[in-house]
């Protein structure tokens, strides 16, 4: 037993001197926020999703970033809403398309301030991106007994023929079935002119009869009003008539901020409208 006992205390000896530390690094540098900023690209062209129309390269500054191909109405790349570290001050920004990405496609400079995250959201060829400074604080809210979100509206859509301003635009929540029994309900929400954005503004959401609810409302509508007092209408077919426009099947979570970005066009014919109400997660 004895020896037994020694030969186990030798071996841990060997053991423990034949260990060595390993470190692990890795290369990295070190983000100084007073000189830098961070921005992400919101791709809101008024046309008609192609994937022709794709961007397949983004630059920042001459210095590439991401070659992720990323369809209309989506946040690059391809809607993963990355940001990116970029100098604060006047940016850059290119984007490319085509097969071999390399096809020039948008150049641009913005402005973004020096420690905060931006979204940059680029909606005209000839124009900036139209930038908002996204928020870092958010309201406070009792975690159990609250059950809000928030929405930050941003309008940028336009007429059918893709140049001109919509104008402004009411958001405004759906609940209902739309029936008798159980008649639509709307809740004001937010007005922007066009290239404005809202403040963030809290939403209820609805536990229902469960419970244990995981803090998310499901099968969420919104629709949207122009200044005139009118629903904003599309064509649900190629054969069919104008009727009531109104984005369903979101999923929005209590405590969380969204941006809810309008962009597009409405068209002449179902073939030629490209109305789309996409979403940002905030937080």
């Known amino acids: 037993m004895k020896k037994i006992l020694t030969l186990v205390s030798v071996l841990m000896v060997f053991l423990l001197a034949s260990c060595e530390k390993n470190v692990i690094t890795f290369n990295s540098t070190d983000i100084d926020l007073t000189k830098s900023a961070e921005v992400r690209l919101v791709y809101d062209l008024p046309l008609v999703a192609s994937t022709t129309l794709n961007i397949t390269r983004l630059a920042y500054n001459d210095k590439l970033v991401s070659e992720v191909s990323t369809a209309l ?13 970029v100098p604060a001050g006047t940016v850059k920004v290119d984007t490319y398309t085509g097969t071999t ?50 929405i930050k509206f941003v309008n940028l859509l336009y007429k059918a023929d893709g140049v001109t301003p919509y104008g402004t635009l009411y958001l405004k929540g759906r609940r209902g079935a739309g029936t008798t029994a159980s008649p639509y309900v709307y809740i004001n929400l937010a007005s922007c002119g066009f290239k404005e954005s809202s403040a963030l503004i809290p939403y209820k959401l609805l536990k229902g009869t469960a419970t244990v609810w995981s803090g998310t409302e499901s099968g969420l509508a919104f629709v949207v009003y122009d ?24 999923s929005l979570a209590k405590g969380r901020g969204w941006i809810f970005h309008m962009n597009g066009k409405v068209g002449a014919t179902y073939a030629t409208q490209a109305i789309r109400l996409s979403t940002i997660a905030l937080n």
């Open 73 to 85: 109405g989506g946040i690059y790349p391809n809607s993963a809403a990355k940001y990116h570290v």
């Open 227 to 250: 200044a005139a007092g009118n629903l904003l209408q599309y064509y649900p077919s190629s054969s069919g008539a104008l009727t009531n426009w109104a984005a369903t099947g979101f």
């Open 101 to 150: 990405k390399d096809v020039p496609h948008f150049s641009k400079t913005f402005d973004v301030t020096a420690g905060k995250k931006h979204t940059a959201f680029l909606y005209d060829l000839t124009q900036p991106p139209y930038v908002i400074q996204d928020e870092d604080v958010f309201p406070a809210s009792d975690p159990w007994a609250d059950t809000l979100c928030y």
